[in-house]
């Protein structure tokens, strides 16, 4: 686990690809027992650690995680994450393919079946859908793949990855958005990037940075940038 960001009322963690944020059914141990055992070591805290989880990222991503250290800072940092002119993402994502144009902003209409776990991107409004907006543009290329930069305006389940697809593009190891082949790691080149925000206590400005993972991809982009 790393931590990349850590005082009284927050904590930041660069999540890895396959872990999991918080319980889900398939019983494996979330992010946030990590954490709590950290803290809770660390500060030799009786009792239960309190830990708010006021967004998460998708199990196959890789990048920043924020969490509450308290009640009152969850609290603000909810409201914070549903206006999206408060908090600043910033996502990396490795494509198959260069987006016509380079860079631009993606507005869709999003769907959820929650019996396969996906998210579909429709061009106009259907029943059901909601709104979702994200900012891009191509930032590095290599032979095979390129890395575009994306800022997201929503909050939509699966949102980079079913807008991309809209368009053509397929992350590399996404197979439920069609990329044709898995990663070994069996997470996909998707990374929390960046976020920043006014601090909810401090009321100073905070910008987070999480590094990508250590494979030959992300290091060939990482050379360019």
């Not at 319980?23 to 946030?32: H, N, R, S, Y």
């Not at 994200?134 to 590095?140: G, S, V």
């Not at 980079?160 to 190891?173: D, W």
């Amino acid at each position: 686990m790393q931590i990349i960001y850590e005082d009284n009322h927050l904590i930041a963690v660069n999540k890895e690809c396959g872990e999991i944020v918080m319980i889900d059914q398939t019983g494996d141990a979330p992010l946030t027992d990590q954490v709590k055992a950290y803290i809770k070591e660390k500060y030799q805290k009786p009792g239960n650690v309190f830990l708010g989880l006021p967004h998460r990222i998708d199990r196959p991503t890789s990048g920043i995680v924020l969490m509450a250290r308290t009640s009152k800072v969850l609290t603000r940092l909810n409201k914070m994450f549903q206006k999206k002119d408060q908090i600043k993402k910033i996502y990396w994502a490795v494509v198959d393919k260069m987006p016509v144009p380079s860079e631009g902003t993606l507005e869709h209409y999003i769907t959820r079946s929650r019996d396969v776990n996906k998210s579909y991107a429709h061009t106009g409004e259907v029943e059901g859908s909601k709104y979702a907006s994200l900012a891009y543009k191509t930032i590095a290329k290599s032979d095979r793949f390129f890395l575009l930069e994306i800022e997201l305006h929503t909050g939509r389940h699966h949102q980079i990855r079913a807008q991309l697809a809209k368009i053509g593009l397929h992350i590399k190891g996404d197979l439920k958005y069609g990329f044709p082949r898995s990663n070994p790691d069996g997470g996909i080149h998707l990374h929390a990037r960046t976020i920043e925000f006014l601090h909810p206590v401090r009321k100073e400005m905070l910008t987070i940075t999480a590094e990508p993972p250590d494979d030959a991809v992300w290091k060939a982009f990482l050379t360019q940038i």
